[in-house]
């Protein structure tokens, strides 16, 4: 075991994933065979809306290695239909049941009726095409604005489409706007999109003599766990859930699918492992997806630019179902709905509306790519507006970074920020003076060429209880995150993370983070996540919380094996506990590190038990993570397009981000991270939309027509950095999984109508596909 | 279903004759009768590539062939092509470049990108990027992708693979 005196933590060290999943020897789910599997195929409906009248199974039953075909009948058992999280104090949510095989009725394309278990995974699907369902279609209800105005109802129970309607509200509004003059008023929609994870969704369900071990790829097995066992009648020690390797997530596998299940339901039935593999298809119809908000913004500013007013009134598709966080969702984007501006007065409303579609949910960002797609769009309107240079206005508005933490109209603290050294640091890359010369000599050749800016601020790290918890925001269990640390006999260490990583890389993050403390070499820093069956109780990954919430439980944890160890070695060496540290891989006296033991040493005492009177023996730590407060990662991007007017195409020509994500813990994967989440910023603005035509059926049904961006669509990216801790953790990290999402759809459209003001256009919206773009074009000539 | 065909098949230098429908995808007679899982299916319509093989040394969607049209063939997978201790170029580069994060999609886009170094050894961003656009990744951006090609290629990885 080798320790270098320079910190593992801040550098660049390539992944401890990487081995297995460059040669092949990664596990996802479809990869782990169980003997005496049965496949399992779902009959989905071809619907949008209709009450099934009947299901005959005779045929499908009869087939060759068909054990069983079920439907929402066979599980009348189920303690209760799938689960909605989210209980806001004082809000009324609609919640009708969401069963995991429908019950009389589908409600949007890909519905599941049945399923069908039998040997082989091709002969299940050939029997799935044998189970006849007769429907009655009922009148859809597609166009979210009509949908809210009234009938026909996706729940005709309910008498309303309305899922809930939801308000934040900080500050005067009406004193902001009479104080306001200049007011303007946009209709800004965040069209629906896929999370669309490569690997598609898999389960393998095991139950035998009395307990249940499924495999599935999900971000939070925990969650899977708890819902699982209520619903089948479990006891929740009794399950085990585990999220072998997971490829990709991006929110969709922050859920608890039916699929789980029904898995589950039918392996305690049929006494054999059961195993769902989804189809591509399959994924895009009954996948959550994400989005899919029309809102009315107003803003009102004085003449000298100063904002004093914001309202938003969002109408959210929220599709068919509530799933389990749907309703929550743009209220994420609420508490941040002022961006990185000193705004008086922020209102937020949000109604939800059920339509014949699949349900939406968490998808990368969540609800703050739309806020952050809203203000940064109406800050560039207003700029136009008013006159005032767009990055003028900005940085008139920004909240000064003295003002830190800054409490804000919409009730959070931003832990910490510098809003005006990272637009700065932008423009170190980005000469915008050159770029309008070269803007201007390029449209005399007929070139439209546009620059975008967006500086963002994000709420994440999804963690206080006491804010998210039932009584703050209202999620139904708290956000808290949990680590367990082992220290081997051999001195090696094994971590337990209750985070559930599916690419990020934190096996690497969080071996840097313990190797430091520990005085060892990452490499004998082994990560396990993703089984609930090993560490203890955990939360999982989504919402950029992994390294601040999971990743401070992991030197939480850390630093307790090292006060114990350091009271040991203090024993040993006749010192003072508080003289210990560590340091070129020894536990030493300060200014004596001749004398020091490694942690194999203090490890092989702490278990053979000479350990120092009135001490436990062992040597292992568990904390459980609960942050006073949320992180605020932030920045600034930059976006050069070019726009071909006579056929409406988008080609980004340049993208520049600059983020502060706090400390760096492993530079490397924080720009794997940004690059990931800018395509996936770029794809929504202009490839990606979830469309259903006015029957309900889903045109984007596979990756034939739901176009996510290629190689070949996308530039390099360039990257820089400017580093504020935050005080939220003890590291003075921030996430950044989302942040490259949540800053990028403005930047784009922001430099398409920069491109196209010649022409007379002042503004569009997303997405921006060819179509959309030529038709602004013409519209904006005709005028 | 309509009895089974015997297909030969060489993969990764080892001879296989397996019992198949007539309709079994490639990609399941490799990932499911062979047992080689590092070959992955992301879509059902060929768009994404995970599932990229080498078929008598072309990159070929596995989802989109059937096992009886490759008879007689040899086939190499992501499991055929480095393993630790022995990684290809390709794969190193990947790892040193930050290359992959969930690590699906790759040894698809490792396969693709292996076919077009052993066509085109020094290929130009603007050709990866290109000769990519049939694997897709979520994860990366493909910023770090290509990178990887590139510096592959600089480390001379477009030397013929070995089936």
């Known amino acids: 075991m080798s320790a270098t005196a320079e910190p593992h933590v801040g550098r660049p060290l390539r992944r401890k994933e990487d081995p297995r999943l460059i040669t092949g020897r990664a596990r996802y789910v479809d990869d782990i065979s169980l003997p005496g599997t049965l496949w399992a195929a779902f009959v989905r409906s071809p619907e949008a809306h209709a009450s099934i009248v009947s299901i005959d199974t005779s045929a499908a039953t009869a087939r060759p290695g068909i054990h069983a075909v079920l439907t929402g009948e066979d599980m009348a058992d189920l303690a209760g239909p799938l689960p909605m999280a989210w209980a806001p104090p004082g809000v009324e949510v609609n919640n009708p049941p969401h069963w995991p095989l429908a019950r009389g009725s589908v409600k949007h394309v890909g519905d599941p009726v049945a399923v069908v278990l039998g040997e082989d995974r091709y002969a299940v699907v050939d029997a799935a095409e044998d189970v006849i369902v007769a429907y009655e279609p009922l009148p859809v209800a597609i166009d979210p604005e009509q949908a809210i105005a009234g009938a026909p109802y996706v729940h005709p129970e309910l008498g309303t489409n309305q899922v809930h309607s939801w308000t934040l509200a900080g500050g005067d509004l009406e004193a902001g706007f009479a104080a306001a003059d200049v007011t303007i008023q946009r209709r800004v929609i965040n069209h629906r999109i896929a999370g669309a994870p490569i690997e598609p969704r898999g389960v393998l369900a095991d139950y035998r003599a009395g307990a249940l071990t499924l495999h599935t790829s999900t971000q939070v097995p925990h969650f899977v766990r708890l819902f699982v066992a209520l619903l089948l009648g479990l006891s929740e020690e009794k399950v085990r859930v585990i999220a072998p390797e997971v490829g990709g997530g991006f929110g969709a596998k922050l859920q608890v699918y039916g699929e789980e299940i029904v898995a589950c339901w039918a392996s305690r039935a049929l006494g054999r492992p059961v195993k769902w593999i989804e189809t591509r298809s399959e994924n895009m119809s009954v996948t959550h997806q994400g989005r899919d908000q029309i809102a009315t913004v107003r803003m009102g500013a004085t003449r000298d630019g100063q904002i004093t007013a914001y309202h938003v009134k969002i109408l959210a598709d929220l599709g068919a179902y509530n799933m389990l966080l749907t309703p929550l969702i743009p209220s994420l984007g609420a508490f941040v709905m002022g961006g990185c501006y000193k705004i008086g007065a922020v209102t937020t409303e949000i109604t939800g509306v059920f339509t014949n579609k699949c349900p939406t949910d968490a998808i990368r960002g969540a609800g703050r790519p739309e806020a952050t797609h809203m203000i940064e769009v109406m800050m560039d309107q207003m700029a136009r507006e008013l006159g005032i240079d767009r990055l003028d206005l900005r940085r008139r508005n920004f909240i000064p970074k003295e003002d830190f933490p800054a409490a804000v109209a919409t009730g959070v603290i931003y832990d910490s920020g510098d809003y005006v050294a990272s637009l700065d640091k932008l423009l170190e890359h980005v000469d915008v003076d050159a770029f309008r010369a070269e803007q201007a000599q390029l449209r005399e050749q007929g070139i439209y060429r546009g620059i975008g800016f967006s500086t963002y601020t994000e709420i994440c790290g999804l963690a206080p209880s006491r804010i998210t918890g039932p009584a703050g925001v209202g999620v139904g269990a708290g956000l808290w995150e949990s680590a367990m640390v082992r220290v081997h006999n051999t001195g090696a260490v094994t971590v337990y993370t209750g985070t559930s990583p599916h690419g990020q890389g934190l096996e690497t993050a969080f071996a840097q983070i313990v190797a430091d403390r520990l005085g060892v070499d990452p490499s004998v820093v082994e990560v396990i996540h993703g089984d609930t069956g090993t ?217 398409v109508i920069d491109a196209l003001a010649p022409l007379g256009v002042d503004y569009i919206n997303m997405p921006l596909t060819p179509m959309r773009v030529w038709r602004t074009i013409q519209e904006a000539q005709a005028r | 279903m309509s009895g089974s065909v015997t297909v030969h098949l060489t993969v990764n230098g080892v001879e296989h004759e397996l019992e198949v429908e007539p309709r079994r995808l490639l990609v399941h007679a490799l990932r499911d009768d062979l047992g080689l899982t590092g070959t992955h299916v992301g879509c059902d319509t060929s768009n994404c590539g995970a599932c990229t093989v080498h078929l008598n040394g072309d990159a070929v969607k596995s989802c989109t062939i059937l096992a009886v049209q490759a008879e007689g063939s040899a086939v190499t997978t992501i499991e055929g092509l480095g393993g630790e201790g022995n990684l290809h170029p390709l794969q190193e580069a990947f790892w040193n470049d930050h290359g992959l994060q969930c690590g699906y999609c790759t040894p698809g886009m490792i396969m693709a990108s292996a076919a077009l170094l052993a066509e085109n050894a020094h290929p130009s961003e603007a050709e990866v990027r290109h000769a990519l656009d049939g694997n897709l990744c979520r994860c990366t951006g493909y910023h770090n992708i290509v990178k990887a090609v590139l510096s592959a290629a600089e480390a001379g990885a477009g030397a013929p693979v070995a089936s």
Do not use: W
Request: proline share 6%; charged share 20%; hydrophobic share 40%.
């Open chain 1, 535 to 751: 560490g203890p109780e955990g939360r999982g990954t989504y919402g950029s919380r992994s390294l601040a919430n999971g990743g401070e439980a992991v030197a939480k944890a850390t630093d307790k094996v090292v006060a114990k160890a350091a009271k040991i070695v203090a024993a040993e060496l006749e010192a003072a506990p508080e003289d210990i540290e560590v340091s070129g891989g020894k536990f030493s006296v300060k200014g004596s590190p001749e004398k020091g033991m490694t942690l194999a040493e203090v490890a092989g005492i702490a278990y053979i038990g000479a350990v120092p009177e009135g001490m436990e023996p062992g040597l292992e730590e568990t904390t459980f993570n609960d942050p006073e407060n949320f992180v605020f990662p932030f920045g600034a991007h930059a976006c050069i397009v070019d726009v071909d007017t006579a056929t409406g195409k988008v080609n980004v020509v340049r993208y520049v981000a600059v983020d502060d994500c706090g400390n760096p813990v492993n530079p490397l994967l924080i720009a794997g991270q940004v690059h990931g989440g800018i395509a996936y910023g770029i794809g929504q603005a202009l490839y990606e939309h979830v469309v259903y035509d006015d029957d309900g059926q889903l045109v984007t049904g596979s990756f034939v027509n739901y176009a996510l961006p290629t190689a070949a669509e996308l530039p390099n990216f360039e990257l820089d950095h400017t580093i504020t801790p935050s005080p939220s953790n003890s590291m003075g990290v921030k996430g950044v999984g989302e942040a490259g999402t949540i800053a990028a759809t403005p930047a784009v459209t922001n430099a």
